[in-house]
């Protein structure tokens, strides 16, 4: 697959995140503070450009949206779109207000990038790309375990999905051949394209607001190196995040877990107030971390590094043939506008030998 494919599905997989992200997110305001659906078609009656019952209806069913067959399908909730939508959210869904803006920007990044790529055909390459049947050579890779929402084997990283919602709703299922999707881009998870625009939330598990843990710089700082988490264990690339730092999701296989952490690298003379998040990902569904906390704020001192405890974030290593990554988010300051995304290499891990450890291209490392 050359690196225009490569590119493409990388960003194909972030579309379908994101409009999972924004549907869940304004199915959490019509269930919560309001307004309901109702509600709230009333107060679009005058938006320009319209946004009726059934168009909202379409954008509530996530990913899926894009699966239809009629003119609604192309359009995607803008930025625009969604600045009408929070106007008419209640006081006390200010979090969710920037949440939903974060999102739609990351809607539109993405649904860019793709019509660069494949023009007015975006749509059904994207739906093409994430639905494709697995190659010979990739469907060698890990790929006996069910997963826990699906009777369907699960091989590596798919798309992540969003907080449990209402049976039927889109938080509760995902496009069908889950091994499929997930062999097709198992290999470009680690293309991430934060310096490109990763703004906005990717809220995932209901996490909604900072959690009670946090840490602080000397707390878990030592010093600048490029270092994994030491034994099995690798890290991404580094990634852009805010005020000059970078950000690695790492991944470490155990004798009995499998755990993950980020790190971030401040190179720069000053220190750098952020919010990190990290998870895994497996058996074709994003986990978030385990005790946790699921967001940590820091300030990581000048020429310094800090990495997450991986005993806060990980999982049980299982008999059949699994593969596992490390997630990573971070934003600046106390915020959750993720500016800042990558994978962990993706470990392919076995019960009878060695893992073997994937990177960019699918190559090993």
Request: aromatic share 6%.
């Amino acid at each position: 697959m050359g690196e225009q494919g490569e590119g493409f599905e990388e960003l194909a997989y972030g579309l379908v995140q994101a409009l999972d992200e924004w549907s869940e997110c304004l199915h959490e305001v019509m269930a919560g503070p309001g307004p309901s659906r109702s509600g709230l078609v009333a107060r679009l009656r005058d938006a320009e450009p319209k946004i009726d019952n059934p168009l909202l209806g379409q954008w509530l069913l996530g990913r899926d949206q894009l699966l239809g067959e009629n003119k609604r399908s192309g359009r995607v909730p803008t930025v625009q779109d969604t600045a009408r939508i929070v106007a008419a959210f209640r006081a006390d869904a200010a979090p969710q207000r920037r949440r939903l803006m974060g999102i739609a920007q990351r809607i539109e990044f993405h649904k860019a990038e793709l019509q660069k790529i494949k023009g007015h055909q975006w749509r059904s390459a994207v739906v093409t790309a994430l639905r494709a049947p697995a190659s010979a050579a990739e469907a060698a890779a890990p790929q006996a375990v069910r997963s826990e929402d699906s009777e369907q084997l699960a091989a590596g990283p798919t798309t992540p999905p969003t907080a449990a919602g209402p049976a039927g709703s889109p938080a509760s299922r995902s496009w069908k051949r889950p091994a499929a999707i997930a062999a097709t881009v198992g290999l470009l998870i680690t293309l991430a394209i934060a310096a490109k625009g990763w703004s906005g939330s990717a809220e995932q598990g209901g996490q909604v607001g900072p959690s009670a843990g946090s840490a602080t710089s000397a707390a878990g700082t030592t010093p600048r190196s490029g270092a994994a988490l030491g034994g099995d264990s690798r890290c991404s690339p580094p990634k852009a995040g805010p005020s000059g730092v970078q950000l690695r999701a790492c991944a470490k296989v155990e004798r009995d877990r499998v755990v993950f952490a980020l790190k971030v690298d401040n190179p720069t003379a000053t220190a750098a107030p952020v919010t990190v998040k990290v998870g895994g990902f497996w058996a074709g569904a994003a986990h978030v971390c385990e005790p946790g906390p699921a967001l940590t704020h820091i300030t990581v001192d000048p020429g310094t590094t800090f990495t997450t405890d991986p005993a806060h974030c990980g999982t049980g290593r299982q008999e059949a043939p699994l593969a596992y990554q490390g997630e990573a988010y971070i934003a600046a300051g106390d915020g959750q506008e993720w500016t800042g995304h990558a994978w962990s290499p993706r470990a392919n891990v076995y019960s009878d030998r060695e893992t073997q450890w994937r990177c960019g291209g699918d190559v090993p490392c």
